[in-house]
């Protein structure tokens, strides 16, 4: 065996380990609880596979699902259990299941109740196991009828597991009375599953570390999921666990116009928000710094939640921006995420991983709006949003994110106010000239250095992204509808220029 008794017994479930700091404390007793279907088996059946696989022996002690049912859903995750665990169907002594016992008037749970525990207690004696799961307690509950009996028998249980320095997962379905604790106070540690189910979309899991004794854990809800091969925890990412070094220098955008505009660039391991009405072309101002990273022989990431993948390659391309071309070639991972599918702690998974293995230095999230949907509130969605963003900063990443304001000129409103996370805060407008829409570019914030305060007109043609000067003729431009002031007119044979205006 590879692993020694005194260290930590693994789950075998990615991040659950992280969240318990290193695993289960061998010879004690934990609860794993929570409604049907929030995957207590797979995940039991997963802590017994990663003993067997180190050469633990191994226990499955079922009142609840047949042994063929457990194979089955083993074999759907792809994994065989074999002869690597010991499967001890648990079903009532025959004698109680004569037609005469049962009518009898002698017939009492505590004959049953006796005979399921010195079955345990056999079988166990035979196998020897190091780990041992029971599923589950739902059944010893009903069996008991009391409180205090109940009580009794788990201690019963939990002092004879802990002479034979046996680690031991219960299993509770929670389907008798929920506010019922009476194991939570018994045992070393107690896991909660829960599953939600929102107004749209797939159900939401997460868990939740009620208690361990003796051990610091990662508090609060994690969100998991079960997926071929089991379940998948992504621990809340807390970004001051993740400290990098780095320079902080500054970056250009290979546009000197739009560098002007931000005092020279962005500087590095910081984030910038693009925010404006739909259409103003937050994505493409946001690609421009994906391009720029490219160019610096770095890699970028990017993750769009409201554009088809191929709209996005089309429009993209017929301005000289081959986004396809460069994904084949690894410069880039781009993924469309559906926010109805995927949870927020999963997708700070996936960024944190295209950082890590990717070596991804920009990522580019398009956009807030789509990721507000995989939030059950807003407060969440600020801190979720706050902890990514310091996370990616502290790993020298630049983060461009784009939030789509409701409306198209005037008075326009944000879903959400996440302008003071952000280390840049970049506004795109709509605005009228001559009876034309054109566009209009400024910087309103820059925590890393000094930047422009003018506003200037930018275009986007087959050419990409071009600025022009700054708009000193007009006043009123963020309000949608300009006024010409002084030299305003000579402005506006300059904007004509270019042959788009007769």
């Known amino acids: 065996m590879t692993d020694s008794l005194g260290a930590k017994a693994k789950t075998g479930v990615e991040g659950l380990d992280d969240i318990l700091s290193g695993g289960l404390s061998r010879r004690h007793v934990f609860l794993l609880e929570g409604a049907p279907g929030s995957g207590k088996t797979t995940i039991a059946l997963q802590f017994l ?126 389907t008798s009375d929920a506010m019922d604790k009476t194991v939570h106070s018994v045992v070393h540690g107690v896991i909660h599953l829960e599953q939600l189910a929102p107004d749209y979309g797939s159900e ?61 660039g ?65 410069l880039i991972h781009i993924e469309q995420v559906d926010a109805a599918e995927l949870s927020p702690g999963e997708f700070a998974q996936r960024v944190r991983d295209r950082v890590a293995s ?46 789509a304001q409701h409306g198209l000129v005037g008075d326009m409103k944000s879903p959400v106010d996440v302008t003071y996370l952000a280390d840049t805060v970049i506004l795109l407008r709509y605005f009228e000239a001559e009876g034309r829409v054109r566009r209009a570019i400024s910087v309103i914030k820059k925590r890393t250095g000094p930047h422009e305060d003018t506003i200037r007109e930018y275009k986007i043609g087959s050419n990409g992204l071009t600025l022009g000067e700054p708009l000193s003729g007009f006043q009123g431009i963020l309000r949608g509808v300009p006024v010409l002031v002084g030299g305003g007119h000579a402005l506006l044979q300059l904007l004509n220029e270019d042959g788009t205006n007769s």
């Open 266 to 330: 962005i500087t590095r391991g910081s984030s910038t928000l693009l925010i404006g009405p739909a259409g103003t072309g937050k994505s493409l101002v946001a690609l421009q710094f994906v391009e720029a990273a490219i160019r610096r022989g770095e890699r970028a990431a990017v993750f769009v939640f409201d554009e088809e993948l191929g709209v996005l390659f089309a429009r993209t391309k017929a301005m000289g921006l081959d986004l396809e071309a460069l994904r084949d070639q690894k």
């Open 204 to 264: 939401r899991r997460r868990l939740r570390i009620l208690k361990y004794r003796g051990q610091a854990f990662r508090g609060g809800y994690h969100d998991f999921v079960i997926k071929t091969g089991g379940v998948a925890v992504f621990p809340r990412l807390r970004a001051i666990e993740h400290k990098s070094g780095f320079e902080r220098s500054l970056l250009t955008t290979g546009i000197s116009t739009f560098d002007d505009l931000l005092g020279g």
């Open 358 to 403: 990717f070596d991804a230095t920009t990522v580019v999230i398009d956009s807030i709006n789509g990721y507000q949907a995989a939030m059950p509130e807003e407060n969440a969605l600020i801190l979720h949003m706050h902890e990514l963003l310091q996370y990616l900063n502290r790993q020298g990443a630049n983060t461009c994110i784009t939030v």
């Open 49 to 174: 596979l990663e003993g067997a696989n180190i050469g633990e022996r191994c226990l499955y002690i079922t009142l609840s699902e047949t042994e063929e049912e457990l194979r089955d859903s083993a074999l759907s995750h792809g994994k065989d259990i074999g002869d690597q665990v010991e499967i001890f169907e648990l079903v009532p002594p025959e004698s109680l299941l004569d037609a005469d016992q049962q009518q009898s008037l002698l017939y009492s749970s505590d004959l049953e109740l006796g005979e399921t525990t010195k079955l345990i207690f056999e079988v166990f004696e035979r196998v020897k196991p190091h780990r041992v799961v029971i599923d589950s307690l739902s059944e010893i509950r009903l069996l008991a009828q009391s409180s205090l009996r109940y009580r009794r028998q788990i201690l019963a249980l939990k002092h004879f597991f802990s002479r034979s320095h046996a680690t031991v997962l219960l299993l509770d379905d929670m």
